[in-house]
Structures are given as C-alpha cells and as structure tokens.
T-cell receptor
C-alpha cells in the first residue's frame, strides 16, 4: 500500500530558528514529490521535486529529494510568524497524489 | 484570474439530508479531485475525474457521489449514507491525471446539525 509519512507531526519554534521538516514515502511508480503550505484553507504550492540531489530554493525555504532513501526534507531558515502553517507533502504515483498527515508548524514571536 | 471556486464556505447538514458542494474551475484542466481533510489525517481522496463524463472512486468514496457533466464543474454530493460527514472538503485540479502540481480551491467546512 502506498504511504507518505511526515515528521514531526507538530513543531513549535521561536522566530529566527531554523526548522527541518521530513517526508518519507513508499509509493509505486514514483513520479514526483510536492510540498504545500496550508495557512488557512487552500494549500499553496511550494516545490515540486523529481530528481535526487537537486535542491530547490525559494527565499528562506529550500527542499531536496533523496530517491534512493525515499525521503525529502523541507528547510525553513530564519523563521517568521508568517511561516506558521501546516506543511503538506504529497507524492505523485501512477495516477494520483498521496498525501502525508502534514506537519503543523507554529512560530512564536 | 484563473482558479478554483468552491461554495459554500460553510455548510450544515441535518440528519438524513443530502448536501451538494460546488467546485468550478477556469484553468482548463482536464483532471479534478475531491479530498477530505480531518485533523491529524492529512488529505484523503474521495473521487477523481480525468475527463468529462468519467470519474473514479478514490480511497473513501462510500457515502459520496459526484458528476462531471462539464469540464469546469465537479460537484460532490454528501449523501445520508455518509455517517460521519463533518470535515473540511477540498476540490483540486491538474492539467492531466497525476500531472505536475495540484491547484486547490479554498474549501468547504461541512458540519452536522
């Protein structure tokens, strides 16, 4: 059975801290891995990863994929209160997207 | 602006009642999806549709029904057979089935009276 596991489930940090969110997977016919940020309602797209070892960056956020060990990490440096959200990892298999449970991040001022 | 519109934002269902959640997209996407989100359980796939007049059950389709009569529209009906309907429902679309990224609507929170 396909599965995606995210850790930790929740995390509380202070502004300025660096956080690392984890996503491991076992999915048949892996095609890509996606990261989303869900602040209020609609998840917003962050990154799509298809190849191992190539880091994607956007400002203070970065992500990398390891297809051999079947995991991805999402790093957020110099966290801000606006980073508080649920971060979702999804893996695209043969025809569908399999989501993890998400990591709830809270950044305290 | 292109996007996905879900309505209503909040919906209350009485015992034994069917309710329909609306999802409309103007992104010209072929594939559309319905997900259910419960606290601590991530997103679970209810139904998906690859093209007009075709749809498939996802992982938790029991108690739900859909239709895809137009490319832009993919309404979800929560029937009285769904005994635990309280959840946040998200509609999504993609260019093709499993193709690149999903685009999401803003969701509908369904509660039982």
């Amino acid at each position: 059975e396909d599965k995606v596991v995210q850790s930790p489930l929740s995390l509380v940090v202070h502004e300025g801290d660096t956080v690392t969110l984890n996503c491991s997977y076992e999915v048949t016919n892996f095609r890509s891995l996606l990261w989303y940020k869900q602040e209020k309602k609609a998840p917003t797209f962050l990154f799509m990863l298809t190849s191992s070892g190539i880091e994607k960056k956007s400002g203070r956020l970065s992500s990398i994929l390891d297809k051999k060990e079947l995991f991805s990490i999402l790093n957020i440096t110099a966290t801000q209160t606006g980073d508080s959200a649920i971060y979702l990892c999804a893996v695209v298999g043969t025809y569908k997207y399999i989501f993890g449970t998400g990591t709830r991040l809270k950044v305290l001022a | 602006d292109g996007g996905i519109t879900q309505s209503p934002k909040y919906l209350f269902r009485k015992e034994g009642q069917n309710v329909t959640l609306s999802c409309e997209q103007n992104l010209n996407h072929d594939a559309m999806y319905w997900y259910r989100q419960d606290p601590g359980q991530g997103l679970r796939l209810i139904y998906y549709s690859q093209i007009v007049n075709d749809f498939q059950k996802g992982d938790i389709a029991e108690g739900y029904s859909v239709s895809r009569e137009k490319k832009e529209s993919f309404p979800l009906t929560v029937t009285s057979a769904q005994k635990n309907p309280t959840a946040f429902y998200l509609c999504a679309s993609s260019i093709g089935l499993g193709a690149e990224k999903l685009f999401f609507g803003s969701g509908t929170q369904l509660s039982v009276l």
